[in-house]
């Protein structure tokens, strides 16, 4: 979907590579990665009754890509199937309010498309984050936003919610997931969860 004015939102709603690729098929994927789905639809339905912005991240590659270097698995190639949407969330896609940004780091921030929206949606005050990998891009493009939002003084709350993000593996990674958790509270990410 086209949106003409990013000004016109307050909130966005950031729904981080939930791509075939990390939760049906593919050499990085995880199945247990779904369970936060249906905290995901609730939040896409608050933000579409609210008709706030909603940005779906897309984790999307060719061969040629430089993080294939450290993570030497290909996933996510452009056309695979890997890059799109889940089947669950796909449908939520089609809302006048709603926008599919690809990238091509582990961070949202880097991606040319997105820092445009941020860039122009001056207006936007409150980010809700959810998707996978916490460790990784929920992680790497929460700060990137926040410092962000720092460098052109710009007042934000970020919200990253816990009961609405996963990673693969993640009963081995668990360190990991807390050293994200620890990072993004320390540059003033709010970590919530419904009750």
């Known amino acids: 979907m086209k949106i003409e004015n990013f000004k016109v ?3 966005a709603l950031i729904i981080v590579d939930m791509v075939n690729g990390f939760v049906k098929e593919g050499i990085l994927h995880d199945e247990s990665i779904a369970r936060v789905i249906p905290r995901q639809i609730q939040l896409i339905k608050e ?3 609210k008709g706030e912005l909603i940005i779906f991240i897309q984790d999307t590659h060719t061969l040629d890509s430089t993080e294939h270097k450290r993570f030497p698995n290909y996933h996510c190639l452009k056309g ?3 890059d799109e949407v889940v089947n669950l969330l796909k449908p939520f896609t089609l809302f006048n309010n709603t926008i599919c940004i690809p990238k091509n780091s582990t961070s949202f921030m880097e991606s040319i498309p997105f820092r445009e929206v941020i860039e122009e949606g001056t207006n936007i005050k409150e ?3 959810v998707g996978c990998c916490t460790d990784i891009c929920i992680c790497n493009g929460s700060i990137g936003l926040a410092n962000y939002m720092d460098e052109h003084n710009r007042d934000s709350i970020i919200r990253v919610h816990k009961d609405a993000i996963a990673t693969f593996s993640e009963d081995t990674r668990q360190n990991y997931v807390e050293a994200a958790y620890l ?3 320390q540059q003033g ?4 969860k419904k009750i």
Not at 189 to 192: D, F, K, P, S, T
């Open 47 to 49: 933000y579409q009754r």
């Open 9 to 11: 939102y307050n909130k």
């Open 189 to 192: 990410i709010q970590l919530v």
């Open 183 to 185: 990072l993004m509270e």
């Open 127 to 129: 980010f809700d984050i």
């Open 80 to 82: 695979s199937g890997e």
